[in-house]
């Protein structure tokens, strides 16, 4: 006999584990099956994001941050530190405490909010007959087998690295986010194939606690996603800072030996070369998670890659079952996964879940930081939008200088007409902070003047910001 709910999430990452909560908290008898392990084989809640995403990357991008702070920048602010060494052991380890103390969160919340667990991989068996109550039956095999049937399904199975044709992970010599989190000693030479969120992230870690690091990107433009100029001014960061990086390149043959791997490649003119690294991290993108899923057989539509179908609510082509998150349409982002779960609870619940996917924020947690949301100068031309635009660097903010990381600037971009902001792009300190007041001024549909004469507090970063907007009428007061 099966045990019944009312909703049975299948996937336990952010969009799945919120949803979960929000449900339950909407009066609904919830469970929640997850098959992430840790360590000790035991449950490890929060999926790609809390386990090899997300969370452990930003724990490694802080220790790495406060590496090349006392190695470079102590001394300019009269803090001399000698004897500086690295314990890249314990600093995983460090890394891998946050983890855990993210994976016993969920698991309290689920307590707190009487979501029944499942430590397993959920797959479909069937649907249920109408006269038996309707829904699906669900596999789950975990320590056991168990039979769970839901009248509601929400599948949240999120994504995995993609990998080149022909070169799979190894996650020794040849890594995916996974693998380039578990790096047990400093690297002299890393490549990264692809300078996405991901690659850029691990590429900053290991430069900054002393690799030599070299990314190869197919792409002739540097972070095509990003405004271009913010995207330039990135670039020039970067390789200030020493990375390594071809644009415009076709890689070829990847070999592993004793000694590493090498990578065959030609540079944007056509000319050959050779990359030799004791490390190679691919970071080419995602790909969703439904192998293993057996939606065949339900019946549950899939498209060409793999990704399952919903509208425009988060439903399926099966009445009664929902997706959410890196396993549908949409950017591969946690945030957005979140949101998207919340929603479909409530839509559960007959109530009317909100998601504008035009005011989703993006952020790259490198250094400088680069955070966005809305449109680019480039999509605004390409669509023949009259805009205005307005920056301000932080070159001339006060708590830049004072924080001594005057790198970047705020961009924003509005109508030209109705002055409506159409987009903030930001590069510099802080910038996944700073992106939020954009979020909130672009969902309620504010004007670069309504930021203009909001008053931020003096002396801080978001004066950033109200310069940027200031500039859109060309009215800086700093600048």
Request: net charge negative.
């Amino acid at each position: 006999m099966s045990e019944q709910f009312d909703v049975i999430v299948i996937g336990g990452g952010p969009g799945g584990y919120v949803a979960a909560i929000r449900a339950a908290q909407l009066g609904m008898n919830v469970a929640c099956v997850d098959e992430w392990k840790n360590s000790k084989g035991g449950p490890a809640l929060g999926g790609t994001c809390t386990n090899v995403g997300c969370i452990p990357s930003k724990a490694l991008l802080q220790s790495s941050e406060h590496f090349d702070h006392a190695g470079h920048h102590f001394a300019e602010h009269g803090i001399s530190v000698s004897g500086l060494s690295l314990d890249v052991t314990r600093m995983v380890a460090r890394k891998d405490t946050v983890v855990k103390q993210n994976n016993d969160g969920i698991a309290y919340l689920f307590k707190k909010n009487k979501v029944s667990f499942f430590h397993g991989r959920a797959s479909f068996v069937k649907a249920v007959n109408s006269t038996d109550g309707g829904g699906y039956e669900i596999k789950v095999i975990g320590a056991a087998e168990e039979a769970l049937a839901g009248k509601q399904i929400i599948v949240a199975t999120g994504s995995s690295a993609r990998a080149l044709p022909g070169t799979p992970f190894d996650e020794d010599m040849i890594l995916s986010n996974d693998g380039a989190l578990r790096i047990g000693a400093v690297p002299k030479k890393l490549g990264l194939i692809g300078s996405g969120v991901i690659g850029l992230e691990m590429g900053s870690v290991w430069r900054r606690l002393g690799a030599e690091v070299t990314v190869l990107e197919a792409l002739p433009i540097f972070l095509g996603a990003v405004d271009e100029q913010i995207a330039k001014e990135a670039h020039k960061a970067f390789v200030k800072q020493g990375l390594k990086i071809e644009l415009g390149v076709s890689v070829g043959d990847i070999n592993k030996s004793k000694k590493g791997v090498s990578v065959a490649w030609t540079n944007a003119k056509g000319d050959p070369q050779a990359l030799e690294v004791d490390k190679l991290i691919v970071s080419i993108g995602r790909v969703p998670n439904t192998v293993g899923l057996n939606a065949e057989a339900v019946g549950l539509q899939l498209d060409e890659r793999g990704a399952i179908v919903v509208d425009d609510q988060c439903r399926t082509s099966l009445a009664g079952v929902w997706a959410v998150g890196d396993v549908v349409r949409g950017p591969m982002l946690a945030h957005k996964a979140e949101e998207e779960g919340v929603a479909v609870a409530e839509r559960m619940a007959g109530q009317h879940g909100h998601v504008n996917f035009n005011t989703i924020p993006w952020v790259i947690y490198t250094n400088p930081e680069i955070a966005w949301v809305g449109q680019t100068e480039q999509q605004l031309k390409a669509a023949g939008r009259a805009y205005k635009a307005g920056t301000f660097p932080f070159l001339a903010n006060g708590r830049a200088r004072a924080l001594g990381d005057t790198t970047g600037m705020v961009k924003m971009l509005a109508d030209a007409a109705t002055d409506e902001i159409l987009g903030v792009h930001i590069v510099g300190p802080m910038a996944s902070e700073l992106i939020a007041e954009c979020v909130v001024a672009m969902e309620f549909r504010a004007s670069s003047e309504d930021i203009a004469r909001i008053c931020h507090a003096h002396p801080s970063l978001s004066e950033a910001t109200k310069e940027a907007a200031l500039a859109v009428d060309k009215r800086t007061l700093n600048f």
